[in-house]
């Protein structure tokens, strides 16, 4: 976790032991460096976990997503998906999946470099990505599509998207709509029943018996399906 004073990005640097100028010594403790600020944890060389709580706190003070609030440019997806988990997600019937759903949506909008290597691999034209929410587009939802390789669960993550904008739209990170492209559902019905295909379901499904002491071929009178014949009239009817 430490580094030294010239990394980039917030991190713990252990100062040494120092002598100042008036001849008092200044004990070895734990440091944050960020950029040309320099702040003290007040955490002794023994209290790295202290430190890392310190440098944590650090850097949730400094990250606010509402910063570039409205500009879609500059807002990151990852903080839009990252609001969305926090906020919304916990709430869900099935919080898991959703949690599923957001990690594979992270890994490839969050990303860009390994959307763009996954592409380069499968023969798929390269998306342009940068990692903020001006990549949502039409040609870049398709290629989400590609990367997760099944319509329906790309659907379902491009829902998760979709409502994650909303949300950060809400809650004012961002003041515009932003369209997410869906992939096309399934076949319109191009026919329906016939007269005579209806009218033998529903003698199969009235003339349905339960087979015999659980024997095959046999059958007594315990009616099973009669009760489908009054819901398949009433879903016909005009």
């Given at each position: 976790?430490?580094?030294?004073?010239?990394?980039?990005?917030?991190?713990?640097?252990?100062?040494?032991?120092?002598?100042?100028?008036?001849?008092?010594?200044?004990?070895?403790?734990?440091?944050?460096?960020?950029?040309?600020?320099?702040?003290?944890?007040?955490?002794?060389?023994?209290d790295l976990?202290?430190?890392?709580r310190a440098?944590?706190?650090?850097?949730?003070?400094?990250?606010?997503?509402?910063?570039?609030?409205?500009?879609?440019?500059?807002?990151?997806?990852?903080?839009?998906?990252?609001?969305?988990?926090?906020?919304?997600?916990?709430?869900?019937?099935?919080?898991?999946?959703?949690?599923?759903?957001?990690?594979?949506?992270?890994?490839?909008?969050?990303?860009?470099?390994?959307?763009?290597?996954?592409?380069?691999?499968?023969?798929?034209?390269?998306?342009?990505?940068?990692g903020t929410?001006?990549?949502?587009?039409?040609?870049?939802?398709?290629?989400?599509?590609?990367?997760?390789?099944?319509?329906?669960?790309?659907?379902?993550?491009?829902?998760?998207?979709?409502?994650?904008?909303?949300?950060?739209?809400?809650?004012?990170?961002?003041?515009?709509?932003?369209?997410?492209?869906?992939?096309?559902?399934?076949?319109?019905?191009?026919?329906?029943?016939?007269?005579?295909?209806?009218?033998?379901?529903?003698?199969?499904?009235?003339?349905?018996?339960?087979?015999?002491?659980?024997?095959?071929?046999?059958?007594?009178?315990?009616?099973?399906?009669?009760?489908?014949?009054?819901?398949?009239?009433?879903?016909?009817?005009?």
């Amino acid at each position: 976790m430490s580094g030294g004073p010239h990394g980039k990005g917030p991190r713990l640097w252990l100062q040494p032991e120092r002598k100042n100028a008036n001849g008092s010594v200044e004990r070895s403790r734990w440091i944050i460096r960020d950029g040309s600020l320099k702040r003290s944890t007040g955490c002794a060389p023994d209290d790295l976990a202290g430190a890392e709580r310190a440098l944590a706190e650090h850097i949730a003070q400094k990250h606010d997503p509402r910063r570039n609030a409205g500009d879609p440019s500059k807002v990151s997806i990852i903080d839009i998906l990252t609001i969305y988990a926090r906020d919304i997600a916990p709430n869900h019937a099935r919080p898991k999946e959703t949690a599923s759903k957001i990690e594979r949506l992270a890994s490839w909008w969050g990303n860009p470099a390994t959307a763009r290597a996954h592409a380069r691999r499968a023969g798929l034209p390269t998306p342009h990505l940068n990692g903020t929410v001006s990549d949502v587009t039409t040609a870049n939802c398709r290629a989400y599509v590609d990367f997760v390789g099944f319509k329906r669960s790309a659907s379902r993550d491009l829902e998760i998207l979709r409502a994650a904008l909303n949300h950060a739209r809400r809650e004012r990170v961002l003041d515009v709509v932003v369209d997410v492209h869906l992939p096309g559902g399934s076949v319109a019905r191009d026919r329906w029943l016939t007269r005579s295909e209806l009218a033998l379901l529903l003698w199969t499904a009235w003339r349905s018996r339960r087979a015999a002491n659980g024997r095959s071929g046999e059958q007594d009178d315990w009616q099973t399906r009669r009760h489908l014949v009054q819901f398949m009239l009433i879903a016909t009817e005009k």
